[in-house]
C-alpha cells in the first residue's frame, strides 16, 4: 500500500483510552462514501469536483485509507498514514489513487467504476506502543527502522486470524525487515482506524 512520507513522532505511548471509536456519523459516513465514488468517477469522465470539505469536523487533517473491491477481490488499496490533509481530502485522493495509482492492479476502467465497493480506513495519529499493550484487531501497526517501514491496518491480523506475535513479524516482513525486528531496536507505533464501507466485505 502506498503511503506518504513518515516524519519521526516524539508523542508519548498510546493509552487505550486515548481513541473513541465511531467518531464519524451515518450522515459523514454516507458522505465520504459518495465522495470517494465521485472522486473516481470523475477523473474517469475528465470532469472537475470539489476536494474543498463541507464541515469542520471533515476539514480536520487525517489519515486515510481507500480499499476497493471488485466481486469480492481487491481491486486497489492507497492510503496515506501521517495526517497531511483534510480527512476530506485525504479521502478524495486515497480513492483516487486506488483506482488509478495502485502499481499492483491496472487502473479501473470506465465499465468498471460503477461496480466498485469501496471501503474507507480513517486513521488516529500513530503513536509509540510496547508490544505487550497492542489489540488485535483494534490496534494497526507501523513498525519502522532505519529507512525501512511497515504498515498494516487493524483488520489485517482479523482477517489472516493471526495472534499478535505474528502481526508483529508480518508487519517486520512488510517493511522488508528481519521478522524479529520488532524485538531488535525497530520502533513500533499503533493506531487505530473507524472502518466502514459500501457493504461488510
Known amino acids: ?30 458522505v ?42 481487491l481491486r486497489g488499496c492507497v492510503g496515506y498514514v501521517l495526517p497531511s490533509s483534510s480527512v476530506y481530502g485525504a479521502v478524495a485522493e486515497t480513492a483516487r489513487a486506488a483506482a488509478f495509482d495502485d502499481n499492483r492492479f491496472p487502473p479501473v476502467t470506465p465499465s468498471e467504476a460503477p461496480h466498485l465497493e469501496i471501503e474507507l480506513s480513517i486513521l488516529s495519529p500513530p503513536l509509540p506502543i510496547h508490544a505487550e499493550g497492542i489489540e488485535v484487531g483494534r490496534h494497526g501497526l507501523l513498525i519502522s527502522q532505519n529507512d525501512r517501514r511497515g ?4 483488520q489485517v ?22 521478522l524479529d525486528a520488532w524485538q531488535e531496536g525497530a520502533t513500533i507505533e499503533a493506531f487505530t482506524a473507524e472502518v466502514f464501507g459500501d457493504k461488510v466485505l
Open 157 to 178: 491480523p482479523v482477517e489472516h486470524k493471526w495472534d499478535l506475535a505474528t502481526f508483529l513479524e508480518q508487519t517486520c516482513r512488510k517493511a522488508g525487515l528481519p
Open 32 to 73: 465520504l462514501l459518495r465522495l470517494a465514488h465521485d472522486s473516481i468517477s470523475s477523473a474517469l469522465e475528465k470532469r472537475e469536483i470539489s476536494f474543498d470539505p463541507p464541515t469542520p469536523h471533515l476539514a480536520e487533517p487525517r489519515g486515510a485509507f481507500t480499499s476497493l473491491y471488485l466481486r469480492g477481490e
Open 1 to 30: 500500500m502506498p503511503m506518504s512520507p513518515l516524519q519521526p513522532n516524539p508523542s508519548p505511548v498510546i493509552a487505550s483510552s486515548e481513541v473513541s471509536h465511531q467518531e464519524f456519523s451515518p450522515e459523514e459516513r454516507a
Open 151 to 154: 504498515l498494516l491496518l487493524p
